[in-house]
T-cell receptor, first 111, second 116 residues
Framework: GESVGLHLPTLSVQEGDNSIINCAYSNSASDYFIWYKQESGKGPQFIIDIRSNMDKRQGQRVTVLLNKTVKHLSLQIAATQPGDSAVYFCAEHSGTYKYIFGTGTRLKVLA | ETGVTQSPTHLIKTRGQQVTLRCSSQSGHNTVSWYQQALGQGPQFIFQYYREEENGRGNFPPRFSGLQFPNYSSELNVNALELDDSALYLC???????????????FGSGTRLTVV
């Protein structure tokens, strides 16, 4: 079925290091992408978004890169902190009304 | 400004029963989308409501139905519950334009449904 897949189900990083979470998306016509963070017992929380007419967007400690040629997204987190531990999802905006989510990558920050 | 609230937070039902989950959208939002998130998986789109009508639907059977009320709150109803319906059900609200397309979701914390 349709899906947005992720390359690494679990990523462990040392506190203070940079994290990179990757994602492959399925629909070349998707026009908008979001990275979400989901902590245990909570709903997904918006981190950063990017439109298909861009290839990079920066936020506070986070950067999203979009490579439309290979349908690939990445989320970079600078100076990873314990509070960054969560599951991260990329989602592509498909059509007019829905997002397609991947299965997620669990980020573990090691002290 | 209040966020998206869902009720109940947890629920246990028996196979074959029916369940109603509720969602209050964020202030200023007019569209509600429902997602099912199985354990260890990403959310899967169920359907979306805009102007009190279903605006789009994912690959879910008709026993999954919904409503949107004039105040933009919403209900998700599931009939004839099956064991595989056990999941976290997420509601997300957004503000759609006249064309029905929308971008920014705000998610609630979800309802954890367990079917036994």
């Amino acid at each position: 079925g349709e899906s947005v897949g992720l390359h690494l189900p679990t990523l462990s990083v040392q506190e203070g290091d940079n994290s990179i979470i990757n994602c492959a998306y399925s629909n070349s016509a998707s026009d908008y992408f979001i990275w979400y963070k989901q902590e245990s017992g909570k709903g997904p929380q918006f981190i950063i978004d990017i439109r298909s007419n861009m290839d990079k967007r920066q936020g506070q400690r986070v950067t999203v890169l979009l490579n439309k040629t290979v349908k690939h997204l990445s989320l970079q987190i600078a100076a990873t902190q314990p509070g960054d531990s969560a599951v991260y999802f990329c989602a592509e905006h498909s059509g007019t009304y829905k997002y397609i989510f991947g299965t997620g990558t669990r980020l573990k920050v090691l002290a | 400004e209040t966020g998206v609230t869902q009720s109940p937070t947890h629920l246990i039902k028996t196979r074959g029963q029916q369940v109603t989950l509720r969602c209050s959208s964020q202030s200023g939002h007019n569209t509600v989308s429902w997602y099912q998130q199985a354990l260890g998986q990403g959310p899967q789109f169920i359907f979306q409501y805009y102007r009190e009508e279903e605006n789009g639907r994912g690959n879910f059977p008709p026993r999954f139905s919904g409503l949107q009320f004039p105040n933009y709150s919403s209900e998700l109803n599931v009939n004839a519950l099956e064991l595989d319906d056990s999941a976290l059900y997420l509601c997300a609200s957004s503000l759609a334009g006249s064309g029905g397309s929308n971008y920014g979701y705000t998610f609630g914390s979800g309802t954890r449904l367990t079917v036994v």
